[in-house]
């Protein structure tokens, strides 16, 4: 399934784009899908100068031939991808992810992206989200935990060392030691690795907001598959349950 040309969408206000949106998901309205998407990253501005840009830097072709290298390295679900314009005002996104990011489904999957981004950052966001799209295909359910969501992003990572580089991992997988991590699995995560997605704990937690640790879930998540990973492969794990990679690790 080819690049969806959002960068022909051009003309049009996020909102509008939004309505486009509205047959690749269930009971859902423009708005609805624009504030979704503008919490995960998406710019909420026309942005017709910052596209222009994108498209001179050949940004939906590039994304087509990564795409489609890691759809046959990893035997991938072939999904339509729609690139935007990331938000480049948010201070906390640019910290920790550069001010790229994207959004993953089992059938779809968005990247927030910017003119001056690489293509090896490309590659290492769209490693992340891909790794997403696989895992929730091979595991599939209709509640995940915070235990499948901290493992969902350590997979995601690792899959940026192991796939791109280790110079292309986020930020966030350098704020903790391991003595730390393995503290805060232990005072944070375990008690609480069975609270549904939709649970207000659940993202609290995940990203460490308010008094928790920053990503706290993420860094967790990073350091369990880390561990996982000296016993099993990557495409391995992306078919284990999220228990039974625990149990590969010390954390268990």
Request: aromatic residues 12%; positive net charge.
């Amino acid at each position: 399934m080819p690049i969806v040309r959002t960068d022909e969408w051009i003309e049009e206000h996020p909102l509008k784009r939004c309505e486009r949106l509205i047959p690749y998901f269930e009971q859902a309205t423009a708005r609805g899908i624009y504030l979704h998407l503008t919490h995960h990253g998406m710019s909420s501005e026309k942005g017709n100068e910052t596209v222009t840009l994108m498209k001179q830097k050949k940004i939906w072709e590039r994304v087509e031939t990564l795409y489609e290298q890691l759809r046959k390295r990893w035997n991938g679900p072939d999904i339509p991808i729609f690139i935007f314009p990331s938000n480049a005002h948010h201070q906390a996104f640019a910290h920790d992810f550069n001010s790229k990011g994207g959004l993953a489904y089992h059938d779809k999957l968005f990247l927030f992206l910017l003119p001056h981004h690489e293509t090896k950052e490309i590659a290492a966001v769209l490693t992340h989200e891909y790794s997403h799209v696989c895992r929730l295909n091979k595991q599939p359910k209709k509640t995940y935990t915070l235990l499948d969501g901290i493992i969902l992003e350590g997979l995601a990572e690792q899959a940026v060392g192991r796939f791109v580089g280790k110079a292309y991992e986020a930020k966030w997988t350098t704020y903790y030691s391991g003595e730390e991590v393995q503290k805060f699995w232990k005072k944070y995560i375990s008690p609480h690795q069975s609270v549904a997605s939709s649970h207000p704990l659940h993202d609290r937690l995940l990203y460490g907001r308010g008094w928790y640790p920053r990503m706290l879930g993420y860094a967790v998540g990073y350091r369990i598959v880390q561990q996982a990973l000296e016993k099993e492969s990557f495409l391995s794990l992306i078919e284990l349950p999220s228990e039974r990679i625990v149990q590969l690790t010390s954390f268990e």
